[in-house]
């Protein structure tokens, strides 16, 4: 083993909540040292495919509106620093019947925050996008404020942000054990000890193995998405240029249905302009299922999508006729799940100078830019201005 190193804080993950973190610290003065065992930004975890939708009208919890709207500003203040747009605020339609979480939960959310939400009829729903074929009696709603993030591209605007205020990384090296303290936190790797004042666990589908015995209910779920060549007899949902993004954007959208086998959450993103370096969604329609897979380990998981994956297209495809083409290709990746869906923040249970931040998947790309706000906040032992209280441990009986 190598000689030790020291920092002022130890960022354990450097998938999106870690890269942010690592960039806040470094830019606000910390030392601080991100340890991955992997080289990010990469699709092991739970950041790959290019890109996530940024919803702003949000039905999980009325107090992730106030960290969505700073998340949207920061991200804008990473675009002015990496020189690149990464957000592009296409919109995003919603549907559902009028009583489910998605429709329901998002109309509480824009009535508390005064949000930019329409209803929408079935002309204005053919207006924004004909090819999203809706049963009548579902309520259609507009999210204008919503949008896609360019996610593999803001991980790395992220690394080459700290990187440039000072942050140290080690890429591919495994953390075996954290040992804590009154004094500090070591991280000991495959290859060094680290010693610093504090630590930020951020390792995605890998908590379980940094926590021990120490069992926040996390379970590791399989997904696969795909990304299609449209069906040529609709309409090409491809956004043709920047300028079409800006005026007249694409929107993307999610479904929820309650009924019937494959019941859960449906969403599709926008094809994207060639130049902005997305490959596949320049070349197809990235679209989902949004429900808990098959249980398994980030080192266990398959990560070969097979034709058995992928039962959930007829359903999609009855909501979306034009996503029926050729699969150009499909992905593998890993939802790390809390028992109430929402996100964990808190301190370790058993370890004072260790941050605990897990449980993002499914929702929480978004909210790297503000994540790492707030965990660099809560790293040189500030509070966060934003609630975060129901994030805590506290609701599930722990402390």
Avoid at 286 to 312: F, I, L, N
Wanted: glycine residues 10%.
């Amino acid at each position: 083993m190598s000689q030790d190193l020291s920092a002022d804080v130890v960022v354990v993950g450097v998938g999106a909540m870690g890269s942010a973190t690592c960039d806040v610290l470094a830019r606000s003065g910390v030392r601080v040292c991100g340890v991955d065992r992997h080289v990010p930004p990469h699709a092991l975890g739970s950041s790959g495919g290019e890109t996530r939708l940024l919803r702003k009208a949000y039905w999980e919890h009325p107090d992730y509106v106030p960290m969505v709207t700073r998340a949207i500003e920061a991200w804008r203040e990473l675009e002015e620093r990496a020189g690149s747009r990464l957000f592009f605020e296409t919109g995003c339609l919603y549907g559902g019947p009028a009583e489910c979480d998605l429709i329901a939960g998002s109309q509480r959310a824009a009535a508390a925050h005064g949000l930019d939400i329409d209803r929408l009829t079935r002309s204005e729903l053919a207006d924004q996008l004909p090819e999203l074929v809706l049963p009548r009696d579902f309520e259609v709603l507009l999210d204008r404020e919503a949008g896609v993030l360019l996610s593999t591209q803001a991980v790395e605007a992220m690394i080459a942000s700290a990187e440039g205020a000072g942050a140290l990384f080690r890429f591919d090296e495994t953390v075996i054990r954290i040992e804590s303290n009154q004094d500090g936190v070591t991280v000991v790797t495959d290859r060094v000890k680290i010693h610093a004042a504090h630590a930020v666990l951020t390792a995605g589908p890998w908590m379980a193995q940094l926590l021990g015995r120490v069992d926040l209910g996390l379970r590791v779920h399989r997904q696969v998405f795909s990304w299609v060549e449209p069906d040529r007899r609709g309409r090409s949902n491809e956004v043709a240029s920047p300028r079409s993004l800006s005026s007249q954007p694409v929107p993307a959208w999610l479904v929820e249905t309650q009924t019937g086998s494959n019941n859960g959450n449906y969403y599709g993103f926008p094809m994207m302009p060639s130049h902005l370096g997305c490959p596949l969604s320049a070349a197809g329609l990235k679209v989902g299922y949004h429900h808990p897979g098959a249980e398994t380990t980030p080192d266990s998981v398959d990560r070969q999508a097979r034709e058995a994956d992928h039962g959930w297209r007829k359903k999609l495809e009855s909501y979306f006729p034009v996503a029926s083409g050729r699969t150009i290709a499909s992905m593998v990746c890993l939802y790390t799940t809390t028992p109430d869906e929402q996100f964990i923040i808190d301190q370790h249970p058993e370890m004072a100078r260790v941050t605990v931040a897990c449980g993002f998947s499914g929702h929480g790309f978004k909210f790297a830019s503000v994540m790492g706000e707030i965990l660099g906040e809560l790293a040189v032992g500030n509070p966060s201005p934003l609630p975060i209280d129901f994030l805590g441990l506290q609701r599930f009986g722990s402390s």
